[in-house]
């Protein structure tokens, strides 16, 4: 009986504290763009994505960020974009804020009009769409979702 209450008296001054983890932060989201083939990728969560991209600014710099062309660039001559993933989404206009007005099929290739000033969305000639605001995303989240292909200089 001794023994018992003295092993109860032990094991009640070694009682162990567990300290809780450190918090966490939630990393923001990155912007990468490539200079020559002006491929933009996302990395990050969706919250936000309305296909805009952030303007680039020197480090160091107290200059404001550029501003982004206002007209969007052309195509080549004889430039088809290639639908790589199922289901992509043809929009109004570029950005996911825009009205879906097709589904496009995987491996499918349509005409390829122009980019927009991000070169992140691509107008293209589809042929259920007769206002020619067809536009699909190259990337959404980082995962290719359509690729221009026979672009002639």
Same mark, same amino acid.
């Given at each position: 009986m001794l023994l018992a209450a003295a092993? !109860?008296? !032990?094991? %009640?001054?070694t009682q162990a504290t567990v300290e809780p983890p450190?918090? &966490?932060?939630t990393p923001d989201p990155l912007y990468v763009q490539a200079a020559p083939t002006k491929e933009v990728v996302w990395v990050g969560s969706e919250a936000g994505s309305q296909g805009e991209q952030p303007s680039s600014v020197s480090p160091g710099s107290d200059s404001p960020p550029a501003e982004p062309? %206002? &007209?969007p660039v052309p195509a080549p001559e004889k430039c088809v974009l290639v639908v790589v993933q199922y289901g992509v989404k043809v929009r109004s206009g570029p950005g996911i804020a825009n009205a879906e007005v097709a589904r496009l099929e995987a491996n499918e290739e349509l005409p390829f009009l122009e980019e927009n000033p991000n070169g992140d969305w691509f107008r293209i000639q589809h042929p259920d769409v007769t206002s020619g605001q067809a536009w699909v995303a190259g990337t959404y989240t980082g995962t290719e979702l359509t690729r221009k292909v026979d672009c002639s200089p």
């Open positions: 092993m !109860l008296g !032990l094991a %009640s001054c450190p918090p &966490t932060r062309a %206002s &007209t």
